[in-house]
């Protein structure tokens, strides 16, 4: 029987809540091997669905490359004017990644708790709640809207609660229970706010489908405000961080050691700490149109990465080493996400995944074999007694340190890697055809609103942003590409694009300053603009279109011509001239324009007012120049050169004359890119190698550039051009982001060995009765611990990019969901960067292992008792992790309770409880007392009271 990958799809959730709900309610009365059967029968079903999902999404893939994706609706959920919630799952390329991570690990977890969890007495407990744990997680990363994802992510934190705290009867353990679910409440009303306001702001929709579509078409929503935007994406981060584990909200994971080892590994590797950086990655459409959200996440996350990386270098507990460790590497995937690395920040996810959960359980291996003991002080040789644990937990050190050839190390360096590439080199914008120039001042601009404007030897990288385009009837709100740009002589800069928009910085950034909205603009594009004055400012384009800004107001002004106008200028006597298709030139006399010339059949491609000339250039390599007596040609002569096929612009400014040309050099027969400079009346020309097409020119007093296809950028060397796809840049607030990631690296290197070397080499420093004791896990618990030592060291072959592009199968696989977000910010790197960048961060974890292993295997074993000494104040603030707690508990926890008291006294005691409930009572009986004092059985004291009342009712009625 053949089952439908819809149909599938539900099940893989559903399957893990029948296997809870099965061992909730009977596992009391089943027999053990009955309840593990059910409970890991249920998750690794699950995960076996999961594979044949994936490769049903694969096979889709091969038909709609562009948007791979299954889904699967249950039911509508509620149903209320614009609002709408379906009860919905949704498989793509990012969610198939997690499925596959949190069923296949989830159900190694389940196999390794058969055997760690065999002598408990609430054995059915335990596995319902671990069910219910992976159903949580499922929905969370399968639910088609994010009102199903805040169910899930409410479940995950439901049943950390009910894990945590499992063996409730310890009073610590319990607390630690607690403190994760209040923790983790504190974030989850930033995310429920957050989750309102876009509601409400997206009419009543959260499908992400939907969400996307609107963040592509700008239809309605928060979309463009950027300070609801920024609300949204930020009140949603405070979510992330109580799930994800971050600065300030981190607080609860060291803790949640208190429950049994294997819940830590599920928490810690494949479920609810992985879901605020799912959620970031999910919504990474709508936070990259925030940059400012998108910098408070990377650095939250850098932050949290050094921070609990420091705390971890003086835990004596094996789990709490490892906590902090999550804490850092949550901290790195955070950083990721949040400057657009998505895949990077997914990447290490997954791997972190594995080797986290090998690290994790072979502590409890050892932890198991040691009977229970937990302080790495007390161990030590233990290699002899646990071999094969020994084997799999350094497999794992390894991997999270970083070392060449595990998974951990491409993931963490590729994150590196993008941290310092994303704001050391800048991509040349691709479609390039945006450059100005006065001689001074230099700009390029092109593909998704990117600019980039040179300084003083580097480049600055600015974003436009979002403006409307239609194609086929359907409107979007994206990054379009810009087609010029230019400088106004008060300094105020002009952009134009696609979809007749124009774009203008005063000095307070970029913003979106005019744009039609029928669809007959919306569909052209602006090729040409130049600003004579601050009050006006000529933007011209396709269809004919020219617009005019007077400084009040921007109007369409008529031409008279339906073709395409390429260029706009200003001759030397301030007239302005707009030229394009077949050489029509058009002249503009101050109430209309009138045609006055035709050079031909050729385009002119540009037009450029140089040293008080006028000039232009023509898709037939022809310069021409505004005369006295009208337009005339101008011959150009360079030695070496036959023929000049094409001039596609031109620029200019302090006594240079500059055109991207394509030219034939003797002796040739293609055409090469050049750039042709007219300089003291003699003409010279720097010639590129291929065949690429140069698009634009420009060049300030230090540097000339030309862009060509493919957002190729050429400088001038002598008589050569030199191409990259990359250029420099000022070191940003990036550049601090790397150095913490970097001494969290080498910080990470060392605490893991430092933890390795105290557990299995040297010798054993505990009690003798627990070395005699002290043995090899079951089957049920090693096999497990291979399987994970395996993925530790493979598991990171499918996302590296230093074998060549098509080794990346990640980010193949990846590049449907994150291709809005990766074009926005956009960063092509460099093969042999990539490599210079691994081998530092190979060199990084390779001096945390050496120190390590000569403070705690070598000669230098008397270093940390002395550095601990001599630094007594400074140990005990990181062993006292810079006492948060105790900062959290006088600030917030001790006043909040003190409010709370006096609110108690206030309201409840006095109030409500002598008040409303005890006054009102006490009155009632006064009320009664007082008048059984009438009620004593006398008839005539009756009588008197009646004749009293009567007396009194007539004197009111005849009064």
Known sequence: MTIHAETLLPLVVLLPLLGALING??????SRRAVHVVSVGAVVTAFLCAIKLFYALKGIAHIDPYDPSISST???WAASGALHFDVAFYLDPLSSVLLLVVTGVGSLIHIYSMGYMSDDESYGRYFSYLNLFTFSMLLLILGKNLLLLFVGWEGVGLCSYLLIGFWFTDDQKAQAGQKAFVVNRIGDFGFLIGLFLLLFHAQGTTDFEVLRWHCETGAYGPFHDPTTLLACCLLLFVGACGKSAQIPLYIWLPDAMAGPTPVSALIHAATMVTAGVYMIARLGYLYTLSTTAMAVVAIVGACTALFAAIIALTQRDIKKVLAYSTVSQLGYMVMAVGIGAYVAGIFHLMTHAFFKALLFLGAGSVIHGMSGEQDIFKMGGLKKKMPFTRATFLIGTLAIAGVPLMSGFFSKDEILWETMTRQQQLAVPMQAQAAWSDGNELMVGGRDGVLLSYDSGSWDREQMPPAITERRGVRRHVLSNLRAVTMGPSGTRWAVSDGCAIFNDSGGGWSLVHQPKESTFLTAK???????????????????????????AFSQVETGVKSVLRTVAAGPDGTVYAAGAAGIILKWNGKAWRKVESTGTSDITGMALVDGQLYGTTGQGTLIKLGSKGWEKLAIKLKGVSAVNSLNAISGGNGKLLLAASVMMDGADISRPAILTRADGAWTASVGEGTSRLRSVGSSASLTVAVGDGGTLFTVQGDTLSAAKTVPTKPGYQMWLYVMALLAAVMTAFYMFRLYLLTFEGEFRGDQDVWDHAHESPASMTIPLGIL?????????????????????LHHWLEPVFRIADTRLLALHDIKLAWLYAGLSAGVAGVGILIAWMFYAGNLKHVPAQLAER?????????????????????IIRPFRVVAGVCYRVFDVLIIDTGLVHGVAAITSGVGRFFRLFHNGDVQQYAVFVVAGLAALIWYVGG
């Open 789 to 809: 030592a395996f993925l530790s060291v493979f598991g990171g072959y499918v996302g590296t990019p230093l074998f060549g592009e098509m080794t990346n199968q």
């Open 871 to 891: 630094m007594s104040c400074l140990y005990r603030l990181i062993s006292n992790k810079f006492y948060v707690d105790e900062i959290y508990d006088a600030t």
């Open 25 to 30: 309610l009977f596992g009391a009365h089943m």
């Open 526 to 552: 602006l090729y040409g603009v130049h600003a004579i004055a601050a009050n006006d400012v000529w933007f011209v384009g396709e269809r004919g279109f020219a617009f005019h800004y007077d400084g009040t």
């Open 74 to 76: 249950l039911y509508t």
